[in-house]
């Protein structure tokens, strides 16, 4: 029984020990300002994929886009914000 006890609070520690790996994360690359772990938080992807695709459609100006997108980071890579990027650069 104490044995029980003992993994689970070695467990607890482990989540606390990625969560506080979570806080010192950078913000979303939206440009909503919430702290994300990845370039962008969960499904805020999508939303700069729409804010690309705008741009490409003339709905909106390149100069128009959150500064965060138009990081040459961002358009470093293989995926599809990247490959979108650098076609509008193009
Ligand atoms: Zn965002």
Redesign the pocket.
Known sequence: MANKIAKRKAATSRTRGKKAAKGAARL?A?D?G?PATRT??QG?DA?ARSLILKVQRGELKAADLPATLRTAELAKGDGLIARLLRKLQA
């Open positions: 979303c939206c909503c919430k962008f938080a805020h939303k």
